[in-house]
Nanobody, 114 residues
Framework: QVRLVESGGGLVHSGGSLRLSCAAS????????MGWYRQAPGKQRELVAV???????NYADSVKGRFSISRDNANNTVYLQMNSLKPEDTAVYYC????????WGRGTQVTVSS
């Protein structure tokens, strides 16, 4: 059974930082491109950052220079370090695993107060 479990969300003031984690099980983690997506109320889910199996990263323009994605293949975990958070970063953040099939976590809420 495939599981992606996000953690690390919460409430933070504007300018603050959070680190999200996503623990994966049931997949050959090192084969998968891992990503973080987010969905704000009334908006479509959007890509935040991805990291390939080889470690190549890509970011949405809105988070470049503020967010950093990384992975730990030994522990089947992907991280999203979020710095200089803004109120517009408020959303539910979802972990994604993409290779032979695409899997999603259940999400973790991030709320940034102004």
């Amino acid at each position: 059974q495939v599981r992606l479990v996000e953690s690390g969300g919460g409430l933070v003031h504007s300018g603050g930082s959070l680190r999200l984690s996503c623990a994966a099980s049931g997949i050959i983690f090192e084969n998968y491109k891992m990503g973080w997506y987010r969905q704000a109320p009334g908006k479509q889910r959007e890509l935040v950052a991805v990291i390939t199996s080889r470690g190549t990263t890509n970011y949405a323009d809105s988070v470049k220079g503020r967010f950093s994605i990384s992975r730990d293949n030994a522990n089947n975990t992907v991280y999203l370090q979020m710095n200089s958070l803004k109120p517009e970063d408020t959303a539910v953040y979802y972990c994604n695993a993409d290779w032979s099939y695409m899997y999603w976590g259940r999400g973790t809420q991030v709320t940034v107060s102004s």
